[in-house]
C-alpha cells in the first residue's frame, strides 16, 4: 500500500490491555488549563520507569464543560486500579490542586469503576473543607490562599489499550520530527487517545529486554536506529532515511486508539521526505491487541 506515494508497510502495532482514567481539567483560561494539565501528566512516558503513563488527550470548549470555562481532557494508564487511584491521588494533589484556578472533573462518569479521590483530596481542608452538588455533580470545596478549589468527589477508569503505535521513515530528521508533530496534532483533535511520550513524540524506540545486558527492562531498537544500518545484518532502515520518529498510543479503548493511528498516519504521509510508515510489534508476545495498518487505513 502506498499513501502519497509513502510506503504502508504490511505489518501490525502490537498492543497490550492497560488501566485508564480520564479527567477534565478546567482553570481560568487555556493557558492555566494546559499548565495544570502538563504539570499533572508529567513524568508519565513509559511504565518501564515512570509511576504511570500519562498525556494530553484533547481541549474542551467552554461550551462543554461543566463550569462553563476553558479545559483540558487528560489521561493517566498504569497496569493495575490499585497503582491508578494512588497515581490520581498524587498527581491531582500535587500537581493540579496547586496549580492556580483550576478545578478537577470526573472524565468517566459512567464508568463502573470509581475511585473516591475528591473525597480523600478534601482533607486538605483540614477540617474547612465541605461536600457541595454544584454543576449537577458532587463537588468537594477546599479552600486555598486563592480561593477555593473545587474537585469532584469520583474519578472512574476502564480497562483501556496501551502501546498502539506506527513508525515515520524519513530523509532527514526535520521531515521525520514535522511529520511526527502534525500526526499529534492530529490525534488531539480526536476523543480517547494520548500520545504520552514528550510532545507526543518517541525518539528513543525501544524493545523489550536487552541481549548483552540482562538487568535491562528494556534497551534501544537497533533495527530502527540509522546509524546501525551497516553495522548490523537485520536492520529496517532502507538506503536513504536518516531519521525515525514512533509515536506511541495509549487509549480507552481499542477503537480509540485505531482512529488515532489513522489520523496520525494520514497527517504523516503528507509530509515531503517522509518515506515509509511501519510499526512496531513482537510477534505477539507483548500484547493480546494486533493492528493491523493496512486494516486501520482502509476503514
Given at each position: 500500500m502506498e499513501i502519497n506515494g509513502v510506503e504502508i508497510e504490511d505489518t501490525f502495532a502490537e498492543a497490550f490491555p492497560i488501566k485508564v482514567a480520564r479527567v477534565l481539567i478546567t482553570a481560568?483560561?487555556?493557558k492555566w488549563a494546559r499548565i495544570a494539565a502538563a504539570e499533572t501528566t508529567g513524568f508519565g512516558t513509559s511504565v518501564i520507569m515512570c509511576p504511570a503513563e500519562a498525556g494530553i488527550e484533547?481541549?474542551?470548549?467552554?461550551?462543554?464543560?461543566?463550569?462553563g470555562r476553558p479545559g483540558v481532557y487528560i489521561q493517566i494508564c498504569t497496569p493495575s486500579f490499585k497503582t491508578l487511584e494512588e497515581q490520581l491521588?498524587?498527581?491531582?494533589g500535587q500537581c493540579t490542586l496547586t496549580c492556580p484556578t483550576t478545578a478537577v472533573f470526573n472524565g468517566l462518569p459512567d464508568a463502573e469503576k470509581?475511585?473516591?479521590v475528591g473525597f480523600k483530596l478534601k482533607f486538605f481542608g483540614d477540617g474547612f473543607e465541605s461536600a457541595e452538588e454544584i454543576y449537577g455533580r458532587k463537588m468537594m470545596r477546599i479552600p486555598l490562599m486563592e480561593g477555593d478549589f473545587l474537585v469532584e468527589e469520583s474519578f472512574g477508569a476502564c480497562d483501556g489499550v496501551a502501546g498502539g503505535n506506527f513508525f515515520i521513515?524519513?530523509?532527514?530528521?526535520?521531515?521525520?520530527?514535522?511529520?511526527a508533530e502534525n500526526a499529534v496534532a492530529a490525534i488531539e483533535r480526536l476523543e480517547g487517545s494520548i500520545t504520552p511520550f514528550p510532545g507526543g513524540v518517541v525518539a528513543s524506540g525501544s524493545k523489550p529486554g536487552s541481549a548483552k545486558?540482562?538487568?535491562?527492562?528494556?534497551?534501544?531498537?537497533?533495527?530502527?536506529?540509522?546509524?546501525?544500518?551497516?553495522?548490523i545484518e537485520d536492520s529496517q532502515i532502507p538506503e536513504g532515511v536518516n531519521s525515525v520518529y514512533e509515536i506511541v498510543i495509549n487509549g480507552i479503548n481499542e477503537d480509540a486508539v485505531r482512529k488515532a493511528m489513522r489520523a496520525g498516519i494520514l497527517a504523516a504521509v503528507k509530509v515531503p521526505g517522509v518515506v515509509k510508515i511501519t510499526a512496531g510489534n513482537y510477534g505477539g508476545k507483548l500484547g493480546k491487541?494486533?493492528?493491523?495498518?493496512?486494516e486501520v487505513l482502509r476503514s
Amino acid at each position: 500500500m502506498e499513501i502519497n506515494g509513502v510506503e504502508i508497510e504490511d505489518t501490525f502495532a502490537e498492543a497490550f490491555p492497560i488501566k485508564v482514567a480520564r479527567v477534565l481539567i478546567t482553570a481560568v483560561n487555556e493557558k492555566w488549563a494546559r499548565i495544570a494539565a502538563a504539570e499533572t501528566t508529567g513524568f508519565g512516558t513509559s511504565v518501564i520507569m515512570c509511576p504511570a503513563e500519562a498525556g494530553i488527550e484533547r481541549s474542551a470548549t467552554p461550551d462543554e464543560t461543566p463550569d462553563g470555562r476553558p479545559g483540558v481532557y487528560i489521561q493517566i494508564c498504569t497496569p493495575s486500579f490499585k497503582t491508578l487511584e494512588e497515581q490520581l491521588l498524587a498527581r491531582l494533589g500535587q500537581c493540579t490542586l496547586t496549580c492556580p484556578t483550576t478545578a478537577v472533573f470526573n472524565g468517566l462518569p459512567d464508568a463502573e469503576k470509581q475511585f473516591n479521590v475528591g473525597f480523600k483530596l478534601k482533607f486538605f481542608g483540614d477540617g474547612f473543607e465541605s461536600a457541595e452538588e454544584i454543576y449537577g455533580r458532587k463537588m468537594m470545596r477546599i479552600p486555598l490562599m486563592e480561593g477555593d478549589f473545587l474537585v469532584e468527589e469520583s474519578f472512574g477508569a476502564c480497562d483501556g489499550v496501551a502501546g498502539g503505535n506506527f513508525f515515520i521513515l524519513a530523509k532527514e530528521q526535520m521531515s521525520a520530527l514535522v511529520a511526527a508533530e502534525n500526526a499529534v496534532a492530529a490525534i488531539e483533535r480526536l476523543e480517547g487517545s494520548i500520545t504520552p511520550f514528550p510532545g507526543g513524540v518517541v525518539a528513543s524506540g525501544s524493545k523489550p529486554g536487552s541481549a548483552k545486558y540482562k538487568f535491562m527492562r528494556a534497551t534501544t531498537n537497533e533495527k530502527f536506529c540509522p546509524t546501525l544500518r551497516d553495522k548490523i545484518e537485520d536492520s529496517q532502515i532502507p538506503e536513504g532515511v536518516n531519521s525515525v520518529y514512533e509515536i506511541v498510543i495509549n487509549g480507552i479503548n481499542e477503537d480509540a486508539v485505531r482512529k488515532a493511528m489513522r489520523a496520525g498516519i494520514l497527517a504523516a504521509v503528507k509530509v515531503p521526505g517522509v518515506v515509509k510508515i511501519t510499526a512496531g510489534n513482537y510477534g505477539g508476545k507483548l500484547g493480546k491487541y494486533q493492528i493491523p495498518l493496512h486494516e486501520v487505513l482502509r476503514s
